[in-house]
T-cell receptor
Framework: GAVVSQHPSRVICKSGTSVKIECRSL??????MFWYRQFPKKSLMLMAT?????????EQGVEKDKFLINHASLTLSTLTVTSAHPEDSSFYIC?????????????FGPGTRLTVT | AQTVTQSQPEMSVQEAETVTLSCTYD???????LFWYKQPPSRQMILVIR??????QNATENRFSVNFQKAAKSFSLKISDSQLGDAAMYFC?????????FGKGTRLHILP
């Protein structure tokens, strides 16, 4: 149980275009989903926290107009990188928190590698 | 602010031997959770072990165990009988109020 999927697993886009990444909880309802960014050989950096039906909370230094997050249902959150630039190239990971759990455990998706050319 | 420190960027251990990965954290809270996550080359984050701060007993999961020293704010991971499949990045993490703070990670190499 507690499976989180991400789509696509890899995406290449041209500079100036927008790209959407989906994060789905497959077998549980996730009231809270999280988006992380991971640079090569670095740790995960939390970008934002999204709660179903409300606006996402962004971490300091993360541009909310650049990284649009939507959490329209208890099983789906999307991250849209708008007007992407090469410096946005990175590995993006989502996670989801089981609303019925009490251990603050997060279940992670397999990640999406974004390359902006 | 909460911080998590892993002082060993890389470690190596002989197959079948035991290795301990260090982690310290800083918090003013009394109730929180600590985790060790494994990230293999596939980059999928895998939960290795979880410790609840209010429990004094150290968590154990098969070959993985922790040494949780709350007063010292230390949370080390011991891997016994190391296997080739244990080679990965290991991240220590702190969680309270649904927000996980990760350490910078320790890359573990298993020597055959």
């Amino acid at each position: 149980g507690a499976v989180v999927s991400q789509h696509p697993s890899r995406v290449i886009c041209k500079s100036g275009t927008s790209v959407k990444i989906e994060c789905r909880s497959l077998d549980f309802q996730a009231t809270t989903m999280f988006w992380y960014r991971q640079f090569p050989k670095k740790s995960l950096m939390l970008m934002a926290t999204s709660n179903e039906g409300s606006k996402a909370t962004y971490e300091q230094g993360v541009e909310k107009d650049k990284f649009l997050i939507n959490h329209a249902s208890l099983t789906l959150s999307t991250l849209t990188v708008t007007s992407a630039h090469p410096e946005d190239s990175s590995f993006y990971i989502c996670s989801a928190s089981d609303s019925s759990g009490s251990s603050y455990e997060q279940y992670f998706g397999p990640g999406t590698r974004l390359t902006v050319t | 602010a909460q911080t998590v420190t892993q002082s060993q960027p890389e470690m190596s251990v002989q197959e079948a031997e035991t290795v301990t990965l260090s982690c310290t954290y800083d918090t003013s809270e009394s109730d929180y959770y600590l985790f060790w996550y494994k990230q293999p080359p596939s980059r999928q984050m895998i939960l290795v072990i979880r410790q609840e701060a209010y429990k004094q007993q150290n968590a154990t999961e098969n070959r993985f165990s922790v040494n949780f020293q709350k007063a010292a704010k230390s949370f080390s991971l011991k891997i016994s009988d190391s296997q080739l499949g244990d080679a990965a990045m290991y991240f220590c993490a702190y969680n309270r109020d649904d927000k996980i703070i990760f350490g910078k990670g320790t890359r573990l190499h298993i020597l055959p």
